[in-house]
């Protein structure tokens, strides 16, 4: 992949970063990053000593202490983010919860339980300023990847609801009642116009867990061919997704 002169600067500066923990980090190795919207700097962290923040999650406590949002940045680290629990929870998690839209990565980390581990961070374009969930199926399909579990709030949800990813629902739901007119549905969106424009189950089961009750079923395909439509008041937790056919043949 080709690097602008902009990226190899936005690099050296998160490598002057992980300098500044010289001396504090062994084992740990030093390292920097840097998170960038729109051509600029909007936070920078480095991993100051060992035990403390790695430097992807010291960045965007940076960036949170400015009050400014990551979603859509680009972060620069000088070393693959982590995927294991050390001292630290791991980094990936962060950094997908944070809404960061694409990683550079400076080298990839040699420590055994990161690389080889599945670890791969994979890069798929942006649309209306979000990860392109089609592409991003599509981008694991080729690696062989064809059942993927979600595990998101009520705005992921109903985008992969919206973008057609979805083929099985699990909605789990709890004996518990919070009533409010405004209260948070499970799923975001704009939500369906009328009943009829639902997303439908078929082949449902419902199962008893414990005290919850786990109504699971297919996405009925026809239901949502259009993209307009959102969901109903269905307490859709968790959805099981997987490429389409068509996911592949993305334009
Ligand atoms: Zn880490």
Redesign the pocket.
Known sequence: MAHSEADIEYMRRAIELARRGTGFTNPNPL?GAVLVRNGEIIAEGW?ARCGDL????AALANCRARNISPEGATLYVT?E??CHT?K?P???E?VIESGIAHVVVGSTDPNPLVAGRGCEIVRVPEHDGRIDLRQLMAALGKRGIDSVFIEGGATLAACALEAGIVNHVQAFIAPKIFAGVGAPSPLGGTGVESPDQAWMLSATTVERIGDDVLIEGDIVASANAAPEHATTAHDDEIANAAPKEDACSQD
């Open positions: 390292v991993h790695h430097a992807e999650r070393l983010p982590c050390g630290q791991p980094c990936t962060a």
